[in-house]
């Protein structure tokens, strides 16, 4: 393992240890955004904000 | 979370349901890093259990006091709660000991680390087996404990077969 990735596993780590110690209102509340954010991208996915046209007629004559 | 709490809180007041525990993702938190999901379980014991169990007085009590029905489960201030019978001798015993957590000043029950792994063995989705590693590399469970509690309720076979699969795979 390189040692770039090595530091970047103890810091993940780190993270989680921190996270677990993190007295429970506290938890719940970081669950409660994580389902604040789910349910936006799943909203999102059923509402795409992308422009849907027409694929453009390459080499078809103008009228 | 708290209202949410309270409210189930009196639900046992009211007679509605005996004791009761969470379970799920929202009792492995307790333990583990906070663990996303949509809905909160708790599970209930019935006292006096009815021949036929029903949740029909839980789902009545909730709605009149403005809590609506959202599926197979019931929109408590913001989250959805699903209430689960603690029909098993397993579900059963996780309620019975579970352990009292304050939570910014509303009473509330979790089950044991213990109970919640050999719960999600005995459920064993994908996901369980997962919160069944994420538990063992937390070390936050009582070893002896848990092996003892899975001999106990049948499940010995099944962790030996967890253990070859996840935790000693070569």
């Known amino acids: ?63 | 979370m708290k209202d949410t709490l309270a409210e189930i809180n009196e639900l046992r007041a009211a007679g509605r349901i005996g004791q009761w525990a969470i379970g799920g993702a929202m009792g492995a938190t307790l333990y583990l890093e906070p663990i996303s999901t949509f809905d909160l379980d708790v599970f209930v014991l019935f006292e006096g259990s009815p021949l036929i169990l029903t949740l029909t007085p839980i789902y009545e009590f909730l709605k009149a006091r403005g809590h609506a029905a959202d599926g197979d489960a019931v929109m408590i201030h913001g989250w959805p709660v699903q209430f689960l019978p603690a029909e098993s001798g397993l579900l059963r015993e996780a309620v019975e000991q579970a352990r009292e957590v304050d939570f910014e000043g509303v009473p509330a029950r979790v089950m044991l680390a213990e109970h919640l792994m050999a719960i999600a063995l005995q459920t064993g989705r994908g996901k369980d087996f997962a919160r069944l590693v994420t538990f063992m590399e937390a070390r936050v469970a009582d070893e002896v404990k848990l092996r003892e509690l899975l001999e106990r309720h049948g499940l010995g076979a099944a962790w030996k077969r967890f253990e070859q699969n996840y935790l000693n795979p070569s």
Do not use: C, D, F
């Open chain 1, 1 to 63: 393992m390189s040692p770039l990735m090595q530091r970047t596993m103890e810091s993940k780590n780190e993270r989680r240890k921190r996270l677990m110690a993190l007295p429970y209102p506290e938890k719940v509340r970081i669950v409660e955004k994580m389902r604040a954010a789910a349910a936006e991208m799943k909203s999102a996915a059923w509402h795409p904000a992308v422009l849907r046209e027409e694929p453009p007629a390459y080499g078809a004559r103008k009228p």
